[in-house]
């Protein structure tokens, strides 16, 4: 039986409906005693405790971001160079690196930065007894399937060893010439000492060695703010040009945005929200941007989810699904022409940009073909009839695209669809790591390191610390392997590219498009600029007059 068509134009007529009518009720943070003189910034709050290697979403990782510093870090371009090391060594086939330390990089309690910070702050977070959301960041070091095997009492990598306090070596399972790039990610910052005595409550009152520390026993007020001041020891070359940042936690955008308006906001983060997106330009004329960065929205449709499975019947939904979705329509009615549509599973900032890969046409809009592909699954087993929902968090923006979103889908393929809100980032988020979200779920991605392994790699691999959905495809990991196993970044493209052609026809996510920064802040700040992961510069950040 043949589905009737539902016109654009009633779609078109639904979305500017919902980009002008939807707000959210308001939750203004109640803290008065942030220094008038410290940059505050838009934020949430974390989904854990302010741990390294536990933190995988951004309410918390900005925080960590300015809380520590790694063997590398990264340009406001991206561009990774060393922070802690003095020289990553390589040998002949990048299987093993030699790093030697910096002098004088001490943690904010005394405690120097040594090789033993490092290697107990890895084999911490890779121990399956841990249970730590970013433990897959260590799997491809010599020794990481022992310690990550639920059955093994082993706590350290083999691949991990001292030599003294300011040299180790980190030997492979693989070659990857790659390797040193991601260890500017937090997941691979040092630890001190104490944080191993009670990680939890480490968690609370963190403890690093990045250009802000925290500003007092109660610099965590939960729901309400996190306050950091400048570190007046900090060894590195970004050393904060103002005293303090702070991240005030709102429940909404919209809200966020009023009190930019009033002078009681500082910066916006990355997105002033969609019901500021018409006229944030025009509110703030010296003091936006609008520039892409390295970041895509999308949703994950789980393997757990009936009828899409990674089988015949699954891809066929999954594409119908993708095919469902007018993109474009949605960007002009809903963001204003303020993203663009995806064409991969990466983004168009990172080294190579877009690429051309197989398969892409399964991410344009094309409602006869989405239905055609939706009887065909009708026929291996008719659909359940159940809606096809779309979890988000109701306090960061989402409702707009969602709803937008799920309309395409119902008019197209004339299934219930509709979104499925979850108060808080943090209740939808252990909704998802705990697998009881039971429906599609939102998962943007920014890039942790500036390559596209690490979209493919963390979302994607069997087993990946960011693969909420569970999907696993052995030809995909293969070819992530021979990508790390190629001498440079360009040998390694050919084979992400490949991978890329399997995720478009599994369809373990659904791409929709590349982020921009969309943000704005108070025309008294000075110098700010956006680096590549679309967030501030937050120690280049000074206030006019203070």
């Given amino acids: 039986m043949r589905i009737r068509p539902r016109p654009r134009r009633a779609l078109a007529a639904t979305l500017t409906v919902l980009a002008l009518g939807l707000t959210a009720t308001a939750c ?11 940059i505050t910034f838009f934020g949430g709050e974390p989904q854990n405790p302010l741990n390294t290697t536990n933190t995988n979403e951004n309410n918390g990782g900005e925080v960590l971001r300015n809380l520590y510093r790694g063997l590398v870090y990264y340009t406001e371009e991206g561009e990774p160079y060393n922070a802690v090391a003095e020289e990553i060594e390589p040998n002949d086939d990048s299987s093993s690196f030699h790093v030697t330390l910096k002098d004088g990089w001490d943690f904010t309690n005394g405690e120097p930065v040594t090789s033993s910070s490092f290697i107990d702050a890895w084999n911490y977070g890779a121990t399956a007894a841990n249970a730590q959301l970013g433990a897959d960041f260590f799997a491809g070091i010599e020794g990481y399937d022992d310690v990550s095997d639920e059955d093994s009492a082993e706590t350290e990598m083999s691949g991990l060893t001292e030599i003294n306090d300011r040299e180790f070596t980190i030997d492979l399972s693989a070659p990857d010439a790659t390797f040193p790039t991601q260890l500017g990610y937090y997941a691979f910052s040092p630890l001190p000492e104490v944080a191993f005595e009670d990680m939890d409550a480490f968690g609370e009152h963190p403890i690093g060695n990045g250009p802000y520390m925290m500003d007092g026993d109660n610099a965590w007020q939960h729901n309400v703010s996190i306050q950091m001041k400048a570190n007046p020891d900090y060894a590195g070359e970004d050393k904060p040009q103002n005293p303090g940042i702070a991240f005030k936690h709102y429940s909404d955008l919209s809200t966020a945005y009023a009190d930019l308006q ?29 520039s892409p960065y390295a970041a895509i929205q999308n949703f994950t449709i789980p393997e757990s989810l009936p009828g899409f499975q990674t089988d015949e019947e699954g891809r066929l939904r999954r594409a119908a699904i993708s095919m469902a979705i007018d993109r474009d329509l949605i960007i002009e009615k809903v963001y204003f022409d303020g993203r663009q549509t995806a064409e991969d599973f990466g983004a168009p900032t990172l ?29 291996i087993r008719p659909y359940s009839g159940d809606t096809f929902q779309i979890a988000y968090n109701a306090d960061g923006g989402h409702e707009q695209w969602v709803e937008a979103v799920t309309n395409s889908i119902r008019q197209t393929l004339d299934i219930p669809a509709s979104g499925k809100a979850y108060a808080t980032f943090q209740a939808q988020r252990d909704a998802v790591v705990n697998r009881t979200v039971d429906a599609a779920f939102r998962s943007g991605w920014i890039a942790d390191y500036p390559s596209i392994s690490s979209f493919l790699v963390s979302n994607y691999r069997t087993g990946g610390g960011s693969n909420d959905g569970d999907y696993s495809n052995p030809e995909f990991d293969d070819l992530l392997a021979q990508a790390s196993s190629a001498p440079d970044s360009e040998a390694a493209q050919p084979y992400f ?37 679309g967030m501030p510069a937050y120690t280049e950040i000074t206030k006019d007059g203070e």
């Fill in 28 to 38: 203004v943070p109640e803290r008065d005693d942030i220094p008038s003189e410290y």
């Fill in 262 to 290: 009033s002078g009681d906001l500082d910066h916006m983060l990355n997105d002033v929200g969609p019901n500021a997106y018409p006229a944030f330009r025009e509110d703030f004329p010296d003091s936006y941007d609008d």
């Fill in 351 to 379: 080294e190579g940009g877009i690429r051309d890969i197989p398969g892409k046409e399964v991410l344009t809009y094309q409602p006869e073909k989405a239905r055609e592909l939706w009887e065909q699954a009708n026929e």
């Fill in 497 to 533: 590219d490949e991978a890329q052609a399997v995720l478009m026809q599994d369809l373990p996510q659904i791409p929709l498009w590349y982020y921009s920064a969309t943000t704005a802040w108070n025309p008294d700040l000075e110098d700010v600029r956006t680096n590549w992961q």
